[in-house]
């Protein structure tokens, strides 16, 4: 068996790794950790070993570069054989993951002004692992190259063709990795010619159509603000919404930024979380704000599905996957209920059981013996829990013939 695949996913102020054997279930414990707060008196590695036991250790003040020294001590008996980097947008230029050079490095910089914030700090990330694994063969996997196969009727904005053109104004899509994963996975266990909507809803939300293993749209855009409700971002919006908060109340494009960024969604609904599990128990106890972040959350969820079945020729079914998707059934099924001209009959009891790392069908066809193959005309409806770091895995060594 070949040795494992060092993932790293580097912020601004964090790094995220996962140490992937060739051969492991999705569910599987990993090494893995995160490096939080770099940059600070309170910089902290927290570390998972492949047993479960979890330890943290204070790195005060420690960088990317000494983030990543203190890691690569703690990565056990078996050395990595080659680094995969998630890389948040990799622009028109990236259809696929790619081995680094200086050619990809510079193509990810010239790719910078669209994702301002993440692609910096991927590069940060990948020079600091260049320089400490020298020896090692590194691959960028990047979040919009799984969308690269949109049509243009689904990536084009009604703009001006200069803004497209010359300024790359249109839509790219997120959550490529788990979008990719989780409709490769179903495929596996489905044959067939097939057509999904996948749902990743995490803290970041978008859906995607995927027919024969082609993204034909998704609903994040040019940035992953546009498309659904979620946590802290508002998801579409009028878009003269910015002039007119300057306009009215004199606030500066930055401050609009923070606003639909960090303060919106769930968080800004509610008035109270961003968390899911906090809003459904809320909503419960009769919370007003956390029932009406939960109403507008599904039912612009409902209407984001209802709009990606229009990308696919055959729709087999929805896939939900990300926290909220792998675990929160009551979000699915209240979702789900507003659709009820989509052939979608959820199976209440599979429903409430698939959550936490459970993976399988919950619609009413699934295991219906008795219906016989034809009688079932209902639409498949799964929870994959998503495996992100398995596929950035996958990926590298694909790319690298591991
Ligand atoms: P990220 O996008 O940061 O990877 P996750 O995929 O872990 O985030 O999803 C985080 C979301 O999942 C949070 O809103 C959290 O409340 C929600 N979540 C996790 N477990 C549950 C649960 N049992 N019920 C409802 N929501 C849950």
């Keep these: 068996m070949s040795r494992p695949i060092l993932v790293i996913n580097c912020g601004s102020s964090s790094i995220k790794f996962a140490l992937v054997p060739e051969h ?15 940059g600070t008196p309170e910089a902290l590695l927290n570390i998972t070993t492949e047993d479960g036991k979890k330890t943290s250790f204070a790195i005060p003040h420690a960088d990317h570069q000494a983030a990543l020294t203190e890691i690569l001590k703690r990565l056990g008996d078996e050395q990595p054989i080659a680094i995969g980097h998630r890389v948040v947008h990799g622009g028109e230029k990236f259809t696929h993951a790619v081995q680094i050079d200086e050619s990809v490095l510079n193509a990810i910089r010239e790719t910078t002004p669209l994702a301002p914030l993440h692609n910096p700090a991927n590069l940060q990330g990948i020079d600091a692992t260049l320089k400490l694994f020298a020896d090692l063969p590194q691959v960028a996997v990047f979040d919009t190259a799984f969308h690269q196969t949109m ?6 904005y009604a703009l001006p063709e200069d803004l497209y053109s010359k300024h790359h104004i249109r839509r790219y899509g997120f959550h490529g990795t788990s979008h990719a994963y989780v409709t490769q996975h179903t495929d596996q266990l489905v044959d ?11 803290n970041g939300c978008s859906t995607c159509a995927v027919w024969q293993g082609k993204s034909m749209d998704t609903s994040m855009g040019l940035t992953p603000l546009e498309g659904l409700v979620m946590g802290t971002r508002s998801g579409n919006v009028d878009p003269s919404l910015h002039i007119h908060l300057t306009r009215t109340l004199g606030w500066s494009l930055e401050e609009i930024d923070q606003i639909l960024n960090k303060k919106s969604g769930l968080l800004g609904l509610s008035g109270l979380s961003n968390d899911m599990r906090t809003l ?4 419960a106890d009769g919370h007003r704000g956390a029932q009406l972040a939960i109403d507008v959350f599904c039912y612009r969820l409902a209407q984001s599905l209802a709009a990606m079945s229009c990308a696919l020729p055959v729709f087999t079914g929805i896939i939900f996957t990300g926290g909220i998707g792998e675990n929160a059934a009551v979000i699915r099924a209240k979702t789900l209920a507003l659709l009820p001209h989509f052939g979608l009959y ?5 429903n409430q059981k698939m959550i936490r790392g459970a993976e399988g069908r919950i619609d009413q066809g699934a295991d219906d013996t008795e219906l016989g193959i034809n009688a079932y005309l209902g639409r498949q409806i799964w929870v994959i829990p998503t495996d992100e770091e398995g596929q950035i895995a996958r990926e590298t060594r694909s790319v690298l013939d591991l």
Excluded: C, M, Y
């Excluded at 049509?151 to 084009?156: I, K, L, S, V, Y």
């Excluded at 459904?280 to 909503?283: G, L, Y």
């Design 24 to 38: 492991v279930a999705a569910h599987q414990v990993r090494r893995s950790g995160l490096a939080e707060n770099l």
């Design 151 to 156: 049509p243009p009727q689904a990536f084009r």
């Design 192 to 202: 067939g010619d097939n057509g999904w909507i996948s749902a990743h809803l995490g």
């Design 280 to 283: 459904t128990e809320a909503a």
């Design 346 to 350: 959820l199976d209440i009891q599979k």
